[in-house]
């Protein structure tokens, strides 16, 4: 006997920003792409818009509506989301140790999504994985003759971000190990206010650091999630020197993972969610690095798969009696 096909009998809208070079759009994405993938028990709308809510009908009924809400990118007043129909959740990504509430309100949504898994359950509160993206046929190392070591990441030249993101460290491990290609990819983002041209002077920059056979690339191209993993698929390490103390986890880590490559990370608050798979820069060198992150990253590929993600999910909606 043949099993009857699940009939839909919930519906839902995912609301995320208009489509901009930035990581809160691009984790509105990641996270729409993978509860849409694999659960029939509900059908999922998806609507990119801004605070006016432009595009979007206030007037279909919805069981559930998900809202990649930030206070600089898609801030929807408190008015608007409380006339909107059925279960509220908040898909909140700057968070920090202690509290996922630094922007997000504790008290506009019925649920939270904290994008954090070192979060616990607690009330609305519900810690999910960063979902990874899974490439079947990644590409290969560009050379198997030299170590490649690739980083990556929006950058402002001249702001303080270059306090708490240190690409010359980069330049300098490789300058160390010698005979090195480093590839650098620092893309124009929407809300960083930064020309190409500032940008490239940042990489000659880098490039005058170079010593002892080691050659620096720099591009800044905006690369689709695909392309990316596939770019971080071609380097032998990839290398993220972060030493921020801002709300949220890294988002540049995530394609690197999915690509399969080892990783060296800093002791950053902004990787606590992979201390427990993989060393850091302070702890091991790049080459010991190479050798010893990729046992990790495979269990991080497997601990935050979308299939993982979506029973995070389920559990939410069940607990609402939306399922």
């Known amino acids: 006997m043949h099993k009857l096909p699940v009939v839909p009998s ?24 993978a509860i849409k993938s694999n659960l029939p028990e509900y059908t ?10 432009r595009g979007y009908n206030m007037h279909t009924q919805y069981d559930f509506q998900i809202i990649n809400w930030h ?41 939270y999504m904290v994008i954090d898994p070192t979060k616990t359950k607690s009330k609305n509160i519900f810690p999910f994985p960063r979902p990874l993206e899974y490439v079947e046929k990644l590409k290969p190392l560009i050379s198997n003759s030299r170590i490649v070591i690739g980083s990556f990441g929006f950058l402002v030249p001249n702001g303080p971000a270059l306090e708490y993101k240190r ?20 893309p124009a983002g929407t809300f960083t206010g930064v020309s190409v041209s500032s940008l490239s002077d940042y990489g000659n920059k880098l490039r005058g650091l170079a010593s002892n056979g080691v050659d ?54 902004a990787f606590r969610h992979m201390r427990p798979y993989i060393m850091s820069t302070q702890q091991q060198s790049y080459l010991e690095l190479i050798k010893s992150t990729p046992p990790g990253i495979k269990r991080m590929q497997e601990d935050w798969s979308i299939s993982k993600f979506n029973n995070k999910f389920r559990e939410l909606l069940l607990e609402y009696g939306l399922l």
């Not at 999922?44 to 809510?53: I, P």
């Not at 596939?230 to 394609?255: H, K, M, V």
């Open 10 to 33: 919930k519906r839902g809208i995912f609301i995320n920003q208009v489509k901009s070079q930035c990581s809160i759009y691009e984790a509105g994405i990641m996270v729409y792409n």
């Open 44 to 53: 999922l709308d998806y609507v990119e818009t801004n605070a006016s809510l």
């Open 71 to 111: 206070p600089i990118t898609l801030n929807i007043p408190l008015s608007v989301i409380r006339s909107m129909t059925g279960l509220k959740i908040a898909v909140v990504l700057e968070v920090t140790p202690e509290s996922p509430f630094v922007y997000v309100p504790d008290n506009w949504f019925d649920a």
């Open 167 to 186: 690409f010359h460290e980069v330049v300098e491990n490789a300058n160390k190990i010698g005979n090195c290609l480093v590839r650098f990819n620092f």
């Open 216 to 269: 620096v690339q720099v591009t800044h191209q905006y690369f689709s999630k695909i392309e990316l993993i596939n770019w971080c698929a071609e380097n032998t390490i990839n290398a993220f020197p972060y030493y921020r103390d801002l709300p949220g986890l890294s988002a540049t880590t995530d394609q690197a993972i999915s690509a399969n490559r080892p990783i060296a990370i800093s002791e950053s608050i």
